[in-house]
């Protein structure tokens, strides 16, 4: 876990892709794309189930162990509205009545194309903390003091290990006064990142949360 206790809200990068805003005790995730695979399989692509199980158990478990007073999904909550489906919408709900804690969704542009979100959950244009602005697209982040914690461009850093060989890994970024965070879904993809002047890339490290040396990208 890194610890941010100036500029970010006292925000604690997690391994398992999330922040944690340790004055609000918010737990704040990303691009999670519930239904992505349900999708998939509505267009005749046969996927095999089980990820959004997966997504809500982890999310739940990191929850109740830090634990949070409430959970902020900073957009892609949903991937489609084909994929929320009746079976999605009853696992959702069991989610909510068992982790007992306010779940927020800022919305993801995934999910303004859902008519109407399951289980009466609605949506906001961006939620603020403190000093830190929560939105979706990082391309929205306004100049002024107000700080902004993202998602959307779903990270991924790129490290050389060899001459033609590399590892790939999902990555938070800082950029500018905005930490992106990584796809918190275990059925999405990633966009490898290529590094601004003043950048600073972390990636999850087995239990741990390192930063990456310049040198390294």
Known sequence: ?????????ETML????????????????????????ATFR???????????????ERMRQLAERLPAGEI??????????????DELSGMLSS???????????????????????????????????GNLRIIHDPDDAETGPLLHL????????????????????????LRQGTLVLPAFGSFTGGAVIHPDKGDRIFVPMRDQVIEVPDGLL
Do not use: Y
Not at 1 to 6: C, E, G, K, Q
């Open 1 to 9: 876990m890194i610890l941010f206790p100036d500029t970010l809200h």
């Open 150 to 173: 993202a998602g959307h461009w779903h990270p991924v850093a790129k490290i050389r290990d060899g001459k033609r060989t590399s590892l790939r890994l999902p990555a938070f970024l």
């Open 95 to 129: 989610f909510m009545s068992q982790i007992g804690i306010p779940v927020h969704l800022v919305s993801g542009n995934h999910d303004a194309k859902i008519r109407e979100l399951p289980c009466g959950m609605e949506s906001h244009p961006f939620m603020d903390r």
């Open 72 to 85: 902020i999904v900073a957009g892609d909550l949903f991937h489609a509205a084909a994929g929320v489906s």
């Open 14 to 37: 997690l391994p398992e892709g999330a922040a944690f805003l340790t004055k609000s005790s918010s737990l704040v995730i990303a691009d999670v794309h519930l239904g992505k695979s």
């Open 42 to 56: 509505a267009h005749g692509l046969p996927v095999p189930e089980g990820d959004t199980a997966r997504d809500l």
